[in-house]
């Protein structure tokens, strides 16, 4: 089998390409050129830069594996950043990663990898695919505390069928002690935490991408009274509690963002609760949908813990119940369903109610 | 050039036997560089760091000279070696005009004079282009700009061309010609500005005053050395390496155009150098190709590599008026000086296996 791994630079997809090869496997090792400077090179701050590219072919190198960089600027443009863009113009909070992965990654790159000479396409996520009988499954990562598979969510039988996700079955210390181990250059690297497209805050990114962003505009409370002002709803999420530039005796969250009025709606904390969500555009892994008042977990956020709910089919979108009320659900994010260490599958959050 | 990197280690600018050792051999290179290209004196040539560096130094010099900010004159398909030394000399204050190609990728004279103002001190024109391989009318274009702007220079980077064509201050009727070491076999980071008599150049590189204060900076002996036998050899071999290469290049071509379905080449009819073969295919993704043609250990081009080692759209194809669809899908081949004919056979085998693998 030859494997197409996609090497980002970090520890986790160069442990990946390794693992490949000492399966016995054909590798190549690409890194996509997802964005770049004002001068069309790769940045050379913040992630996703000249250094991280530097970092996967010299692994590469280590590995003996061939190496390329394959532009994906314009797709990612397209696919990624303005949807982030569009996403805070509507007032959500979106996730750019999901998007990435759906669009570009297992979209575009998957649709390459024959193309390329390969058979299978290779990532660094801490998640995992297991086969049973002729279904493919999606499994939470081994290290909890590292999983990835929230961001996996979007992935249907014909992707797993032809992707592998070696290092899912490995702590992150295990990666790092087998990347110490292979002397690859980046086994102490640290983890990438912001979005790979923003130097810095991402408002100022959203400020100078999408200046609609940077609306000023009233926040007010419960009744609507204005409490203060803004410079522009990017600023806010629901649930967000710090950085709200005005001062009560008892905390005030963020409970709404109303980004055609660019207003901001305060509330207190029992006002942020919700019994629900509405998803939009959900996807099942196994491609079939599980049963109306089906007894399931989900997370609505990346570092979030799963929560006990029901789903409910709502026309063309999804209901989710939650067994008791939830903070923090933003619209933009992703609602993924779970049950235990599977992924049955998930979508987008459109309303929080 | 083995020995001056290691017994021979003289630093040829020392008083001692072992300096002077290496300056002898320093300064031999420059006798038999300045007979190939034709420059009056050993002294009007001047070793640089590369080909970048001597096309740095070849424009900004003259431009800068005698602290002005005088105009640049150049084309688009230029190398970015000389389009970014023009850009910055723009940021600098120097008025700065790029004329633009034919669509076959050819500058014309007219144009090239018509950009010419009282202020230009510096035109720059390619020998040939390292892209398409066609070759400029760089002697017509001298002509034409002695004639409207005789205050101005003329350089050309013949970088590219020197390994297939006959490069020379006279020839191509230029006061200034960039060659390099490295597009000939030689040692990388070794470069030639040779240039005619009396012209004043603001250095680019400044320090101690090496190379008569046109460049400073010790002396790379080894490859100055290398470089000048490989501009030798290259010389002598010209006229086998245009025979194999050309007949190498004519059953490569013969077989994609026959065999590879939506091929044709990129610059048809017109004079380019023999060592180039540029071509598009319909529906066929470059940097994929090139993947596929290096797993089939043939190493091909497109465009040029960026920093991060992704190839971005070409400017010379922009140049030329060629979209950016159709531009991913061109392709460049070039043919060295190990090419026998029979190579043509074996690079269309890969190619058309490789293109007959995507579809």
Redesign the interface.
Known sequence: MKALVAMSGGVDSSVAAAVMRELGHEV?GV?L?QWEGPD???PTAGCCT?AD?EDA?RVAARLGI?Y????YTDQFEQEVVARFGAGYLAGRTPNPCIECNRRVRFGALLE?VG???CDVLVTGHHARVDRVRDRYRLLSGRDRAKDQSYVLHMLGQAELARIALPIGEMTKDEVRAEAARLGLRNAAKPDSQDLCFVQGDYRDFLREHFPDTARPGAIVDEHGTPVGSHDGVSGFTVGQRRGLGVAFGEPRYVVGVDASTATVTLGRRSELAVEGCRVEGVTFVGGTAPSGGSRVEVKVRYRSQPVAAAVYPAGADWRVEFERPQEGVAPGQAAVFYRGDEVLGGGTIVEAA | MAPFLDAEFGNPSGIHSVSRRAKNALEDARERVAALLGAAHPLDIVFTGGGTESDNLGVAGPALAGGDRGGVVTTAIEHDAVLETARFLGRLGCPVAIVGVDDLGRAHPAEVAAALTGRTRIVSVMAANNETGVVQPVAEIASAVRADGPQALIHSDAVQAYVSREVGLDSLGVDLLTVASHKVGGPKGVGVLAMRPGIDLEPVIHGGGHELGRRSGTHNVAGIVGMAAALEAASKDRERFTHDVEEARRRFETRLVAEVPGAALTVPGTDRLVQHSHFRIDGVDAETLLIRLDAAGVAAAAGSACHSGAIEVSHVLAAMGMGVEDARSSVRFTFGWTIRPGDGDAAADALVAAVEGLR
Do not use: E, H, I, M
């Open positions: 190549v890194t050129k069309g090179r790769l000249v590219a072919r061939p390329y960089v394959l532009d390459r193309a390329l000479g």
